[in-house]
């Protein structure tokens, strides 16, 4: 017996590590990524209702990727396309590896690897993100599939309304479905067509596990190391591709602070306050190697690229101090020409006061208070509260930290800001405190 309560936190745990490569499996098989979606759910439904009775089995995501074909099999069957879709899943059958998954003694069969990109995940990736969808569509869908994000969490991470990307989500599946869904790897030439939408989707994978806005972790290794490993996959994929070996190495160079991130009880740390000694010295180097791999493959730096030659400064600091803030401001200068947005804006502004200009930093801030992407967003006062310490105005940073942690989505991060905002008010008050740090780099 196990309790309800210990049966949903397995399922969420499980659905957070294997949820992506579930549906990815699934979707090759049924060659319907609706029905593969759909399908995992009636298993996760049904893992709630036996799981407390019958106990977590010994491997609940084979668990789950069984309970899922079966239910996407019911589903055919109800939809009367038997002859179609049941043919493609028992020829996907001859296509596998048998796996025992301790499920009372009995074997099952369970996709391990297929001709082409041995790894469903990222041969799904390339199937929802198919140039018949919006780039718009193309990133929630894919998003929601394989990051295993809410649509919330998509929402926060683009700056638009729930709404919106919950219909960008139903427009996508609509589209795959009228089209035909392919898991096939498409051609070489089509491969590249799709892979600016590819890069995007691993990106904003890695960005929501550096900083999750919903849930009561800060940081979500998980979702760091999927994204990780499928840049690393798909640099392998288009070895000659510059943009893909840079945003391999912004990750790597990224990934290197996640252990100095978050203090013992999961607290995040500032970037100015990491133990330096901490962040993985393996990844850095690996980060390097990729970003000189993307300079050899193009003279010509793209997004990705001026991204990790910022995240190199800060790896290059072994201190704090040691920061190159006036160079970390001129890449973001050209990154704002590549590929100008409100965030790029504000991380500009934030390196430019750090360069020893604070007063311009605040005044490129004060431009973006109109901008209706960061109109609800936490991140511009936070970051307005850092630059107005700078220059000791803490009574106004510390309005701007209470403003901060009242949009944060992220109890973590409403607890930090909280107490931020509790310090520079007693600083204010002439009772002490400290100055302070661009933590929002780190």
């Known amino acids: 017996m196990t309790s309800t309560r210990d049966a949903r936190s397995t399922i969420d745990a499980v659905y957070r590590l294997e949820g992506g490569r579930i549906i990815a499996g699934l979707a090759h098989t049924v060659r319907d990524v609706g029905l593969a979606e759909d399908s995992l759910q009636d298993a996760i439904v049904a893992a709630i209702e036996k799981w407390p009775v019958t106990g977590v089995p010994a491997n609940p995501g084979a668990w789950l990727t069984l309970e899922a074909k079966h239910r996407a099999i019911d589903r055919i069957r109800r939809a009367a396309n038997l002859g179609g879709k049941l043919g493609a899943v028992a020829d996907d059958e001859r296509q596998r590896t048998r796996v025992d998954i301790d499920e009372g003694g009995h074997d099952f069969d369970l996709i391990v690897e297929h001709e082409g990109i041995a790894d469903d995940v990222l041969r799904l990736l390339f199937a929802t993100c198919h140039p018949v969808l919006t780039r718009e569509s193309q990133v929630a869908l894919t998003l929601r599939l394989l990051g295993g994000l809410t649509t919330r969490e998509i929402a926060r991470a683009y700056l638009v309304p729930e709404k919106t990307i919950g219909q960008r989500i139903v427009r996508g599946r609509r589209r795959l479905a009228e089209q035909g869904f392919d898991a096939t790897v498409p051609a070489e030439s089509e491969r590249r067509t799709r892979l600016g939408a590819v890069h995007e989707v691993i990106y904003l994978i890695f960005t929501e596990g550096h900083a999750a806005t919903i849930g009561d972790d800060w ?13 690393r996959t798909l640099a392998e994929l288009v070895p000659d591709d510059a943009e893909t070996h840079a945003l391999a190495a912004l990750l790597e160079l990224q990934a290197s602070r996640l252990p100095a991130r978050t203090d013992a009880d999961g607290a995040p740390v500032r970037l100015a306050d990491q133990d330096r000694g901490r962040w993985d010295q393996l990844l850095i180097a690996r980060g390097f190697r990729s970003l000189l791999r993307a300079r050899e493959l193009s003279a010509a730096p793209g997004p990705y690229a001026i991204q990790a030659a910022i995240a190199a400064a800060h790896a290059r600091a072994r201190t704090a101090s040691n920061t190159e803030w006036a160079t970390i401001a001129e890449l973001y200068g050209l990154l704002s020409l590549v590929a100008p947005s409100p965030v790029v804006t504000m991380n500009r502004a934030v390196a430019v006061a750090r360069a020893g200009d604070a007063a311009e930093g605040l005044r490129m801030l004060d431009g973006l208070s109109g901008a209706p992407e960061l109109a609800e967003h936490h991140l511009l006062a936070a970051v307005r509260a850092e630059l107005l310490l700078d220059i000791g105005d803490a009574w106004a940073a510390a309005v701007e930290l209470r403003r901060a942690a009242d949009l944060a989505p992220n109890p973590r991060e409403q607890q ?4 931020r905002a509790d310090a520079a008010a007693t ?11 661009d933590y929002l780099s780190g």
């Open 219 to 231: 940081v979500r290794p998980d979702l760091c190391l999927e994204a990780l490993r499928l840049a």
């Open 427 to 437: 600083e204010a008050a002439g009772l002490g405190g400290t100055g302070a740090d």
């Open 416 to 419: 930090f800001l909280r107490m």
